[in-house]
């Protein structure tokens, strides 16, 4: 009650302090004018107004203006102005460590004793003061080159590249230097792994270990030499699959293949080699078929947004209309946005999905923006051509095949809507009463069903043999019924037909019993057909000289066939029975079902009558409506279209690839778009079922610009926003993207990124090591034609790379994790790395490029939900020999050996791998059958290559260390080999932590 009372009393007085032009309490006599504006304003703006303002009151407090400030929030009075003990501000902003800013660098002491100053003094704040959010996160401030670091005159002998500068300048700052240069052997192998993932030969580590002797020409020129290899391609390809979640398979339940993923895969690999500028390389991925029409990459990259899972279920199985269906789609998008910016922005983007991000100056709004931008295209197979001229031709036929389609739709509505409302309601009445239009009863056996035609005016005939000569008196036609998606009755009857008699099978004495051929018969439903004409035959045939429509194309179709004698008997029953065709499909269609005596009997007199009539009436209306020059018209466009189709049809077929597409083949609930967007809303709390204001294509802001609005006409392609998107992402002045490609780049040569968390450069993620470094880095990679040979050179040739990895005692205890790189970081080799190593040195490894994966397990079961039995894979399979990243790669049944070598996981973006040290990965590496089988061939190729065991021994050691073997491992190979076999010695040498390890 005392606290109310004294909150009360303060409230009061700070009211009555309040003047027009601002307010003031206590205030000091000597703070200078205007201290809030210029020295405090910019702290709050900067570091505190994005997650504390009038729309988003984390924890209760706004610190957008005076009054909503000096409310306080949920923990009490965060601003007790003359009092800055009570206030809850300092208590957040001083802790250890500090809880405030969230996410972000702790508040300077001279920026604390300014905040606290301005409370003691009486917090003044100008009403009309309304302070915004400033964005200076460092990885969104503008890119600009500093400057190269000035390096003392005794320690430049160990700058080779700017990169030296910017490393050794704090080295230096903290009392360390570089570490002693490598070895030639170190650097050799160093090299090999890190630009090509292969172990150099022991004649390459002979020829380069002597050229890096000479001096600095020869180091560059082994740079040169694996930087041209096309294993460099397959290399660095690797890296960047690990990030986009490349996989062979969908994920999910079922875990379908994906036969024609490997295109992408490919593309990246030739990419890479290629040298193709980063800002080429990101388009290609997020809107190659807009933004490089006609070319092959151009489809190819946009592998990158099909990389991800995909659920079979959620879209195949489930339509989009119920909550599953939605879920799935929505998660889809999800899954491309998060890609997207994951990728190439290293943006968390997906923490907007269910609420504004916390940490980062992104909405939902801007989140489902995103969304937006990707909501036409779905993951499904499309063609590309090796001829970039008939992939032209493609696109110009599909484009003019699209616009005659629209013409003829355009036309088609104008039509209907020349009949006004009694169109419509002949309509709707022909629908309900085809609904109400149900036999008594139905029968399996269907009856006579004709081959499917394209065309309507495909003549079909089929016929009875009565065995001899009869006197016939009547004919009955039996229409069919089926109730399989809503066909119903009178399913086939033929629109026009004639029934016929004759001596001879050939009708060479034809008599007409009844011509139906000179106009549309209505369709009777179930009404039967009779015709009595006296006549003496021995066949009977019905002939359709205009077939039934269904809902693409046209048949004939009969259920019983009657012919009756002058005892009024069906002589017709169990007859032989020919025809044009048939397709035959027991038990619902065959020849033998036309006079077996069964058909589906009745429905109401009254729904037949009034049905028919509708439909005469519908007719005569629509004669009205499709007048000649319209029905011309549309003739035009028909016959417009057809052409297209044919030309289209004439063309390569052209390969396939998994990417992302808006027009294929339908697969149950799973409906290509046709390039036409879905409507995108924000969901609440990213519900589905709760779907608020719609979401327009944008993109994120950055400092210096707002939300980015797509400001597209309103009949633009769907491509087009994919366009602006990638055009956004490569821009010049884009901070994220050139800031978070180098990162990675360094990651993977050092094993320590300057920014620990690649994929997260937001508040949550971590701070870089070298700041000016990763700038310089960034400008220097953009405008130097985005080449990452060129980014490569620059860091493999400079001293920071070169360094051994030997400890220091002293450097150790000062930077213990290596955080400022006084050494170079020792690693494992990766999975994919000790795999291809021990195909390389066991003489095995197939070097051929490109191509479908190759499986490492049998594949079972795959029509429904494939299995994948790794434990019946033969490792002697000589199509499994190829380097790893070929590989067939299943999600949720990883690859039991690679996986215990903590490959990455495909369902999930891995910018860094894992490095871990259990048992299971040295009881694999001893008992895993591709070792034993690697194992033997390697003591084969030993056998052939080296004639004593010593040899041997020399051989197998210069193979997998490359390096001579010492007297201790000379003598102790050669006792075990001698005692366990030379195969077993095998196994041990590629457990050797020498093998293992780099450096």
């Not at 994951?342 to 995103?370: E, W």
């Not at 056998?943 to 001579?964: I, K």
Request: glycine share 6%; hydrophobic share 35%.
């Amino acid at each position: 009650m005392l606290r109310l009372f004294s909150q009360f009393v303060r409230a009061a007085s700070l009211f009555l302090l309040f003047p027009l032009g601002g307010w003031t309490y206590a205030q000091e006599a000597n703070l200078p004018q205007g201290f809030f504006q210029d020295s405090v304003a910019p702290i709050l703006s900067a570091n505190c107004v994005t997650c504390h303002n009038d729309q988003r009151t984390e924890g209760g407090l706004s610190l957008s203006n005076s009054l909503s400030a000096l409310r306080g929030g949920d923990s009490g009075e965060s601003i007790v102005p003359g009092d800055p003990t009570a206030s809850f501000l300092l208590e957040y902003i001083t802790g250890d460590p500090p809880e405030m800013p969230q996410g972000g660098q702790p508040l300077s002491q001279q920026e604390i004793a300014m905040i606290r100053r301005w409370i003691a003094s009486g917090a003044t704040w100008p009403r009309d003061l309304k302070l915004k959010a400033q964005d200076n996160w460092w990885s969104r401030k503008a890119l600009s080159r500093p400057p190269v670091p000035e390096i003392p005159e005794t320690s430049q002998a160990r700058v080779r590249t700017p990169i030296d500068a910017f490393i050794l300048t704090q080295l230096l700052e903290r009392g360390m230097n570089f570490s002693p240069e490598a070895d030639s052997r170190t650097l050799v192998r160093r090299l090999y792994y890190d630009l090509i993932g292969l172990p150099p030969t022991p004649e390459e580590m002979r020829q380069w270990m002597a050229k890096l002797d000479e001096g600095e020409h020869g180091y560059q020129q082994l740079v040169e030499h694996l930087l041209a290899s096309p294993h460099y391609g397959e290399r660095w390809a690797r890296h960047w699959l690990d990030v986009v979640k490349y996989a062979d398979t969908c994920g999910y339940d079922k875990d379908k293949l994906r036969r024609n993923a490997w295109p992408y895969r490919d593309y990246v690999i030739r990419s890479f080699n290629e040298d193709k500028p980063y800002a080429r390389f990101v388009e290609e991925q997020i809107a190659g078929d807009a933004l490089y029409p006609g070319e092959q990459d151009g489809i190819l990259g946009l592998g990158f947004i099909a990389a991800g899972p995909w659920d079979f279920i959620g879209h195949v199985e489930v339509p989009a209309s119920k909550i599953d269906g939605k879920n799935a789609r929505n998660l889809d998008r999800d899954e491309m946005v998060s890609n997207t910016l994951n990728t190439f922005c290293s943006v968390t983007i997906q923490c907007a999905r269910c609420h504004d991000h916390k940490f980062d100056p992104y909405t939902q709004q801007h989140y489902y923006g995103i969304q937006a931008v990707f909501a036409a295209v779905d993951r499904a197979e499309r063609p590309y051509d090796i001829d970039p001229q008939i992939e032209k031709k493609r696109l110009q036929l599909t484009d003019d095949k699209q616009s005659a389609e629209k013409q003829l739709a355009n036309l088609q509505r104008e039509i209907a809507a020349a009949g006004g409302k009694q169109l419509v309601e002949l309509r709707t009445k022909i629908q309900t009463l085809r609904q109400q239009a149900k036999p008594e009863t139905t029968v399996p056996q269907h009856g006579y069903h004709s081959h499917i035609e394209k065309t309507i005016d495909q003549v079909k005939w089929v016929q009875i043999d009565l065995g001899d000569p009869t006197e016939i008196t009547k004919v009955v036609l039996h229409p069919c019924y089926d109730d399989y998606a809503g066909i119903g009755p009178g399913f086939g009857f033929p629109l026009r037909f004639k029934i016929e008699a004759a001596s001879d099978a050939a009708f060479s004495d034809s008599q007409v019993m009844a011509d139906e051929t000179t106009e549309d018969y209505p369709n009777p439903l179930l009404a039967s057909y009779q015709v009595e004409v006296p006549v003496t035959a021995r066949f009977v045939r019905i002939t359709a000289t205009k077939l039934a429509p269904r809902q693409n194309d046209f048949i004939f179709a009969l259920s019983e066939l009657e012919v009756f004698d002058k005892h009024n008997k069906n002589v017709a029953l169990n007859k032989n029975i020919q025809s044009l065709d048939s397709i035959e499909a027991p038990i619902r269609w065959r020849r033998t079902n036309l006079v077996d005596g069964l058909w589906p009997k009745s429905i109401s007199a009254n729904v037949s009558q009034e049905l028919n009539q509708a439909r005469q009436s519908l007719a005569l209306l629509e004669k009205q409506i499709e007048t000649p020059e319209r029905i011309a018209q549309q003739a035009k466009f028909k016959s417009r279209i057809n052409a297209l189709e044919a030309q289209l049809k004439s063309l390569p077929s052209g390969k396939m690839v998994y990417a992302a597409a808006t027009h294929f083949k339908p697969q149950g609930s799973f409906q290509p778009t046709q390039g036409i967007p879905r409507e995108i809303h924000v969901l609440h709390r990213g519900n589905v079922t709760d779907p608020r204001e719609e979401a327009l294509p944008g993109t994120l802001p950055l400092p210096g610009q707002d939300a980015y609005a797509l400001n597209l006409p309103t009949d633009h392609d769907e491509s087009e926003r994919r366009a602006a998107l990638a055009q956004w992402i490569t821009s010049r002045d884009h901070p994220l993207t050139w800031r978070s490609i180098v990162n990675r780049i360094w990651y993977y040569h050092f094993d320590q990124a300057i920014v620990g968390s690649p994929n997260d450069f937001g508040r949550m993620g971590q701070m870089p090591t070298h700041p000016e470094l990763l700038d310089w880095l960034a400008v220097e990679f953009r405008d130097h034609d985005q080449s990452f040979k060129h980014l490569h050179r620059l860091i493999v040739t400079s001293s920071v790379y070169r360094q051994s990895s030997r400890h220091h005692e002293a450097y150790d205890a000062k930077d213990s994790s290596n955080q400022f790189l006084w050494r170079m970081n020792r690693r494992r080799l990766e999975a994919e790395e000790i795999r291809d190593s021990i195909l390389s040195v066991s003489g095995k490894l197939d070097k051929t490029m490109g191509g479908p994966g190759f499986f490492v397990f049998k594949l079972e079961k795959e029509a429904h939900s494939p299995h994948y039995e790794y434990h019946k894979f033969d490792p002697r399979d000589p199509a499994t020999h190829r380097r790893s990243i070929y590989r067939f790669i299943v999600r949720s049944q990883p690859d039991p050996y690679m996986t215990t070598l903590d490959c990455a996981d495909s369902s999930q973006s891995t910018p860094k791998r894992s490095e871990t040290l259990t048992a299971l990965q040295a009881l694999s590496m001893l008992n895993n059958p591709f070792q034993l089988v690697m194992a033997e061939s390697f003591a084969e190729r030993l056998e052939q290559q080296a004639v004593t065991l010593p040899e041997q021994v020399e051989l197998g050691v210069q193979l997998t260390l490359g390096r001579a073997p010492t007297d201790f491992e000379r003598e102790k190979f050669a006792e075990f080999a001698q005692e366990h076999g030379l195969a077993n010695l095998c196994r041990v040498l590629f457990n050797q932590s020498e093998f293992l390890y780099l450096d």
